[in-house]
C-alpha cells in the first residue's frame, strides 16, 4: 500500500495535510506554565490546563509523511475511498448489465432489498477499514514481504527468466492459499455459535444482487479478508502484482453475487462461479470456496450447478400460474356475460365437417403441407365429398356463405 500512498502524498497529502493544524495552537501562550501537567484544583484551574494541554499538542501539519499517525490517517481514508468506489461503480454495473431483474419477484426477494444491502454495506466500511489498518500500516512500514522491483524479489539476482517465473508462480500461490484458508473461515463461520453472531446478516439475502457482496457484519468481512492480507507476510509477493491481485478478490465477490445461473459449462467442476455461490445462498451447506471448486469437492460440501435449482424457475413458475388464472377468470366473466348459444343450422353442422383436414396443417413455413390422413381414416377429398352429400338438401348457396365466413388457415409464413 505504499505505493498508492506515496502518490496521495505527492498530489493531495501534502496540501491537504498544510490546512491540517491545531486550531487550539493559539491558546497556548496565556498557559505556557500548565502545558505539561493538569491542574483539576479548580474548575477554572482544570479548564486552562486542559486547554493549554492539548493546544501544545501539535498539528496534523507538522507531521511528515513517515509519522506512522499521518500514514494511519492517510490509509483508513485511500482504503475507504477505494472500496467506496470500487463497490458502487462495479455492482451498480453488474446490477444493470448482469443481475436478471425477473429475480426481484422471487419470494424469497425481500421488499426493498436492494437498498437495504447498500445500507447494510455502508455501516460495514467504516469498521471494516479500521480493522484492516494495521496490516497496511505494517507493509508501509516494511514489515511484510512486498517488494518493489524484479530485482528485489526472489532470483532477481541472477536474472534470465527465474524472477519472472517466481513472480506467475506467487500469483499462482496466492490464489491457492487464499482459497484454502477463505475456505475454512467460511465453513467455521457456519458453526451455529458463529453464524448467529457473525455470518447470518449476510445471508439475509437468499436471492442476493450485486450490492450484497460486501453487505455482512464487518467482523464476518474481515475475518474473510484476513488471508489476502497474511499471505505477503508470508512468502514474497511484487507490490503491484499484490494491488493488481488484492483489486481483482474483490471485483469476484462481487462477480459471484449476480444470481446467474450458468449451468452445463465444462468450468462448472472447477471454478466457483455465480451459480456455485447462489446455490451457497439458498441451501447454506454448500460451496463454501472462493474461486475454486476443489476444497468444496474434497471435504464433501460440493454441489454442481443444475437448471432445477435456479431460483428464476419458481418466478417463471410463478408468472405462469398468475397468467392462467387471469385468463381462467378472463373466460369465466366472458362467459357468465354471453347469451345462451342458438343450436346449430344445418348448414353450419355440414360444413364443419370441410374443416378437420384442413386444420391439420404442418406449419413448416410453406404453408402448403398437411398431416396424412390416418390408418383407417378418410382423407380431406373424401371427407368433403361425403359433407357435400349430406350437405346437399340444404343448398350450393348456404355452403358458399359459410365457406367465406371461415378463411382457409395460411401456413407460418404467410401469417408473418
Known amino acids: 500500500m505504499d505505493i498508492p500512498l506515496h502518490y496521495f502524498d505527492e498530489y493531495v497529502g501534502d496540501k491537504l495535510y498544510s490546512y491540517l493544524d491545531n486550531p487550539l495552537a493559539r491558546y497556548a501562550a496565556p498557559y505556557a506554565a500548565n502545558a505539561t501537567t493538569l491542574d483539576f484544583s479548580s474548575a477554572h484551574n482544570t479548564l486552562s490546563s486542559l486547554t493549554s494541554y492539548l493546544a501544545s499538542v501539535p498539528g496534523l501539519s507538522s507531521l511528515p509523511r513517515d509519522s506512522i499517525l499521518r500514514q494511519a490517517i492517510s490509509l483508513y481514508g485511500i482504503t475507504y475511498v477505494g472500496i467506496f468506489i470500487l463497490y458502487f461503480s462495479v455492482a451498480t454495473g453488474s446490477y444493470y448489465l448482469i443481475f436478471d431483474k425477473r429475480m426481484e419477484s422471487h419470494p424469497r426477494f425481500l421488499k426493498n432489498q436492494v437498498a437495504k444491502e447498500i445500507a447494510f454495506s455502508l455501516e460495514a466500511f467504516p469498521m471494516l477499514d479500521l480493522l484492516t489498518l494495521p496490516w497496511f500500516v505494517g507493509d508501509v512500514r516494511g514489515h511484510s514481504q512486498l517488494y518493489d522491483t524484479i530485482a528485489e524479489g526472489p532470483f532477481g539476482q541472477q536474472g534470465g527468466a527465474m524472477p519472472w517465473l517466481y513472480v506467475a508462480f506467487s500469483a499462482a500461490l496466492f490464489l491457492w492459499f487464499t ?17 448467529k453472531r457473525l455470518h447470518k446478516p449476510h445471508h439475509k439475502w437468499i436471492i442476493p444482487t450485486p450490492f450484497a457482496s460486501h453487505a455482512f457484519h464487518p467482523v464476518d468481512g474481515y475475518l474473510q479478508s484476513v488471508p489476502y492480507h497474511l499471505a505477503c507476510y508470508l512468502f514474497p509477493i511484487h507490490k503491484y502484482l499484490f494491488i493488481g491481485l488484492f483489486s481483482f478478490v474483490n471485483l469476484w465477490s462481487i462477480f459471484i453475487h449476480d444470481s446467474d445461473m450458468l449451468c452445463g459449462h465444462p468450468l462448472e467442476h472447477y471454478i466457483n462461479g455465480p451459480a456455485h455461490h447462489t446455490l451457497h445462498h439458498l441451501y447454506f451447506t454448500c460451496n463454501y470456496g472462493q474461486y475454486f471448486c476443489w476444497a468444496d469437492k474434497a471435504f464433501k460440501s460440493f454441489r454442481v450447478p443444475a437448471k432445477d435449482d435456479d431460483p428464476l424457475v419458481a418466478v417463471l413458475a410463478g408468472r405462469e400460474k398468475l397468467r392462467l388464472a387471469a385468463e381462467a377468470e378472463e373466460r369465466s366473466k366472458q362467459a357468465a356475460a354471453a347469451p345462451a348459444s342458438a343450436p346449430a343450422s344445418p348448414a353450419a353442422e355440414a360444413i364443419s365437417h370441410l374443416r378437420p383436414a384442413e386444420m391439420r396443417r404442418i406449419d413448416s413455413g410453406l404453408g402448403s403441407e398437411t398431416e396424412p390422413p390416418k390408418e383407417g381414416e378418410s382423407s380431406g377429398d373424401e371427407a ?8 346437399s338438401s340444404v343448398g350450393p348457396a348456404a355452403i358458399k356463405a359459410a365457406a367465406v365466413a371461415t378463411p382457409r388457415r395460411e401456413g407460418l409464413r404467410a401469417r408473418k
Open 384 to 391: 368433403s365429398s361425403k359433407a357435400s352429400s349430406r350437405a
Open 179 to 195: 482459497d484454502f484458508a477463505i475456505y475454512w473461515v467460511h465453513r467455521w463461520l457456519h458453526i451455529p455459535f458463529l453464524y
